[in-house]
């Protein structure tokens, strides 16, 4: 009888060892190593050989035949902006999020897109076939090219492949299938390994485009091995808040397109909606003269995106201020406060200082530093910003305001949603000519910004 084999893995980067440490030699992760039983395939059974393989043999270049149709649209733009223009036929996408953000709710909405020129089989090992045809009803989801199969069993879902042929599978979820020539439990390790380097195959050897759903762990992380993430062709994933109406959907991981882009949706009872102009979504209830508010303008890819910038700066009761930031990076924001009462004549240290970006949006560029920057002047002294005034700068530790990348694509999106000023760095922008209806107020450095707009 095979015996078991006991490792340990680290859950942070996936690395294996035959022994616990404290301490990942991969990564450097503390505490990240969890103990796993592997358990050997039974004598005289074999894998399940995946559909469409074949022994191949290397090929040059120009040996490779590339087909004419190499994306293809989703029939939703925001994910087919996140996909880098559309899907690749013969990829493998791993969609991960939450419990209830949406995962499965943008698969099935697709396919009302897809099934008007491709054959789409969606495979549930979560839902029965009644559930899923509820779900499709309630979407509006109707095609004769759906095939849905509620199935765990990987060797199944293979012979399904084979028998109907698909352009595209969707398999929701891998955590959930199995092969059952691995004894172990369903959404182990080493079953989620085979069964997505199974579905790898199916979409390499046949060029089947396979979307897979994946669970997250309460870090955040996709639920599994980190290799999981290094055997697809692409990573997405759902954020926001599942109490709100909100989606945004991002892509950490992408073979075949950039992973600075965007998509913005909106949970309805019908589903989801795309919003096509998020920057108006982000900026909508903002209030009317209130202090400590200023709009800053940051680049998702090769979209602008507007976003509204909160701070609230009081008096502390404490021996040591309080320093908070929420959607900014907290380093970044003790840097810029420090700066401000260095260099632009606050004075913070008696004050907590509280930091928050409106919308679920994470400011991570240089770009949104002169905002912040405004937005707490402007609560400091207790005095509003023009409502029409928006900021777009970097600022150094000597106080400078320093260009930043993109700024016509920026002072466009500003000048589109109806502001008429905007603060911007004087140094790099000389040549960088005004939008219409737009005064733009170029400045040296921190002090001359809170001047010129307080």
């Known amino acids: 009888m095979a015996k ?21 030699p991969a990564c450097g992760a503390w505490n990240t190593m969890v103990e796993h039983e592997e358990k050997p395939a039974a004598a005289g059974k074999s894998r399940p050989v995946p559909v469409g393989a074949a022994p191949r043999r290397p090929k040059t270049l120009s040996e490779v035949d590339i087909q004419t149709e190499v994306r293809f649209s989703t029939g939703m733009g925001e994910l087919d902006r996140v996909l880098g223009g559309g899907a690749v036929c013969g990829s ?3 969609v991960g999020g939450a419990p209830g953000i949406g ?5 099935l909405q697709i396919c009302a897109c897809l099934c008007r020129e491709r054959r789409v089989l969606y495979v549930s090992g979560e839902e029965s076939e009644r559930q899923l045809k509820l779900r499709a009803q309630r979407l509006h989801v109707s095609s004769e090219n759906l095939l849905i199969l509620s199935e765990t069993r990987l060797g199944d879902i293979l012979e399904a492949v084979d028998e109907t042929k698909p352009d595209i599978l969707i398999a929701d979820s891998i955590q959930t299938l199995y092969n059952e020539n691995n004894d172990s439990a369903p959404g182990s390790i080493s079953q989620v390994k085979d069964c997505t380097m199974s579905l790898m195959q199916v979409a390499k050897g046949q060029g089947i485009t396979v979307f897979v759903v994946g669970h997250i762990n309460k870090e955040g992380a996709i639920a599994g ?3 999981l993430e290094h055997m697809v062709d692409c990573v997405l994933y759902f954020e926001g808040d599942r109490n709100g109406a909100y989606r945004l959907l991002r892509a950490v991981k992408n073979r075949f397109g950039s992973t600075n882009e965007m998509g913005v949706f909106e949970m309805g009872d019908e589903g989801l909606r795309e919003v096509p102009n998020p920057s108006e979504m982000l900026l909508s209830g903002r209030p009317q003269h209130a202090p400590g508010t200023c709009v800053a303008c940051i680049m998702e890819g090769t979209r602008p995106l ?6 609230l700066v009081t008096k502390t009761s404490f021996n040591v201020p309080r320093r908070t930031a929420n959607g900014f990076d907290f380093n970044r924001a003790v840097l810029l406060l420090a700066v401000l009462e260095k ?7 008696a004050f907590d200082s509280y930091i928050n970006v409106v919308g679920g949006l994470f400011l991570d560029e240089p770009a949104a530093d002169l905002s912040v920057a405004l937005a707490v002047a402007s609560s400091y002294r207790d005095t509003a910003l023009p409502q029409d005034l928006a900021a777009v700068g970097e600022i150094g530790l000597a106080g400078e305001v320093r260009a930043v990348s ?17 603060v911007i760095p004087r140094s790099g922008t000389e040549t960088i000519p005004a939008p219409k209806g737009l005064e733009l107020i170029r400045v040296r450095n921190v002090r001359e910004a809170i001047e010129f707009s307080i």
């Open 92 to 94: 493998l996408v791993l």
């Open 343 to 349: 260099r632009g004549g606050l004075h913070l240290g």
């Open 103 to 107: 995962k499965s709710t943008l698969l």
């Open 306 to 311: 507007l976003a509204e910038v909160q701070a």
């Open 225 to 227: 091995p980190k290799v």
């Open 406 to 422: 993109h700024l016509s694509l920026r002072l466009s999106e500003i000048a589109r949603l109806g502001f008429t000023r905007c």
């Open 4 to 24: 078991t084999k006991t490792i340990f893995y680290c859950t942070s980067c996936g690395n294996e060892t035959p022994k616990w440490q404290g301490r990942c």
